[in-house]
C-alpha cells in the first residue's frame, strides 16, 4: 500500500505471469491480477477459471469472454476506481492501445513500472529456504560432471547426463544450460553442440536447478589436463575479481561499487575490455532479477536479497573463463550460498 501511497494510485493491474505467481502464491498463465486497496481481481478465461476459483482466496475471480481489458474495467467501474497503476514493460503496444481505448472515461491508466519486483528483491526465510535446496541439487549435479567429464565425450553428452540426473529428482533446469568446451567457452552464452572435448580443453558449465520456482545458477570451469599459464593467469584473475567484489557485500553498499570493483581489478591486469557484461543480477522466482549489479545501476543492496557475481574474461576464438556464485545479504555482510560448490 505504500507504493500505491507513492505513486498516488487506487489500484495496480499485474499483468505479468511471475508478479502474479508471487502475489498470490498461485501458478498464473494468460490472466492478469488487478490489486486495488480494499479487493483484489483475478482475470481467466474458461481454461483456467476451475482452477482458479479453486486455488485462489481472498480474490474475487472472474472470466471473461471477449477480452480480459473488457472485464476488469467493469469490476473497476463498480469498485469507482480512478488511478490505475500499470507496468510498461509487461504490457504489448496492442494490449496498452487496448487498454486505453476501453479505459472509463473517469479512470486513468498511470505507468508504474517494477513495483512487484522491487517486492521481489527481498527473499523471505521460506523463499531462501527453496533457493537452498535447489543449491543442494546443484551441487551434486557439479559432482556429475566431475564423475563425467573426460575427453571424447561431447558438449550434448554431457547435457543428456545432466538432463536425466534432472529429471530423475523430479525438478528442472532454471534455463538452457550452457556446456561450452575450449574456444566454445569464449561465447557467454554458448549453445550446446556436438564438440567433442579434447585433452587439455578448458570445459564452461553453467546451469541452474528450479526447486518449487526458485532457481539456481552457477558457472564453474572444469578443466581435462595441463592448463596453459596464460590461461591459469586469466582464471586466477577472475577468482580474486570475484573475491573483491563479494568482500564488500553489505545493506548499503551500491550495485555499482561492486561492479566497479571487479572491473578494475581485471583492468588493472589487462583483461577488463574482455568482461562485456555485468557483474551480476538477482534471482529467485526468475533467473534475472532485480537489482542488475551494473555500473549504471544506482541500486543499493538490501538485506535478504539473492545476487549472482560472476567476473568473466572471454578472449575471442580462444576461451572463456567465467566464476558464478550466489550470495545471500546478510544484516552484517553476506553468505555465500554456493561456497561449498566447487568444480
Known amino acids: 500500500m505504500g507504493s500505491f501511497a507513492r505513486h498516488e494510485l487506487d ?30 481481481f483475478y482475470v481467466t478465461d474458461f481454461r483456467y477459471v476451475l482452477e482458479a476459483r479453486k486455488g485462489l482466496r481472498g480474490i474475487t475471480v472472474l472470466r471473461y469472454a471477449k477480452s480480459r481489458g473488457e472485464t476488469l474495467f467493469e469490476a473497476v467501474r463498480s469498485a469507482g476506481i480512478r488511478r490505475i497503476g500499470f507496468d510498461p514493460n509487461h504490457l504489448t503496444v496492442a494490449q496498452y492501445t487496448a487498454l486505453r481505448k476501453r479505459c472509463p472515461s473517469a ?55 545432466l538432463e536425466e540426473f534432472v529429471r530423475a529428482r523430479g525438478v528442472k533446469f532454471s534455463f538452457s544450460p550452457i556446456i561450452a568446451s575450449g574456444p566454445n567457452s569464449c561465447y557467454p552464452h554458448a549453445k550446446v ?16 536447478i528450479d526447486v518449487n520456482g526458485y532457481k539456481s545458477d552457477l558457472t564453474r570451469i572444469f578443466f581435462l589436463g595441463k592448463i596453459p599459464s596464460f590461461v591459469r593467469q586469466v582464471h586466477e584473475c577472475v577468482a580474486v575479481a570475484q573475491r573483491r567484489a563479494i568482500e564488500k557485500i553489505r545493506p548499503g553498499v551500491a550495485v555499482a561499487e561492486l561492479d566497479g570493483t571487479a572491473r578494475n581489478y581485471l583492468a588493472k591486469n589487462g583483461l577488463a575490455k574482455y568482461f562485456g557484461h555485468a557483474l551480476g543480477h538477482g534471482v529467485g522466482l526468475d533467473i534475472h532479477e532485480s537489482p542488475r549489479l551494473a555500473k549504471a545501476n544506482p541500486a543499493v543492496l538490501k538485506e535478504g536479497m539473492v545476487i549472482t557475481i560472476e567476473p568473466a574474461v572471454y578472449i575471442p576464438n580462444r576461451f572463456g573463463i567465467r566464476i558464478e556464485d550466489m550470495v545471500l545479504v546478510t544484516p552484517q555482510g553476506c553468505e555465500v550460498l ?3 560448490i566447487h568444480q
Open 11 to 40: 489500484g495496480l493491474l499485474v499483468a505479468d505471469d511471475t508478479n502474479i505467481r508471487y502475489l498470490t502464491q498461485f501458478p498464473a498463465s494468460e490472466s492478469w491480477l488487478f490489486v486495488s486497496r480494499r479487493r483484489a
Open 107 to 161: 479512470a486513468r491508466l498511470i505507468p508504474a513500472p517494477g513495483l512487484v519486483e522491487n517486492l521481489r528483491e527481498v527473499k523471505d526465510k521460506g523463499e531462501i529456504a527453496h533457493i537452498r535446496r535447489a543449491l543442494v541439487l546443484h551441487k551434486e549435479a557439479y559432482a556429475l560432471v566431475r564423475r563425467t567429464i573426460r575427453p571424447h565425450l561431447s558438449e550434448q553428452q554431457i547435457f543428456w547426463r
Open 193 to 208: 553442440t556436438q564438440r567433442k572435448l579434447r585433452k587439455n580443453d578448458l570445459v564452461l558449465v553453467d546451469i541452474g
Open 338 to 340: 554456493s561456497d561449498d
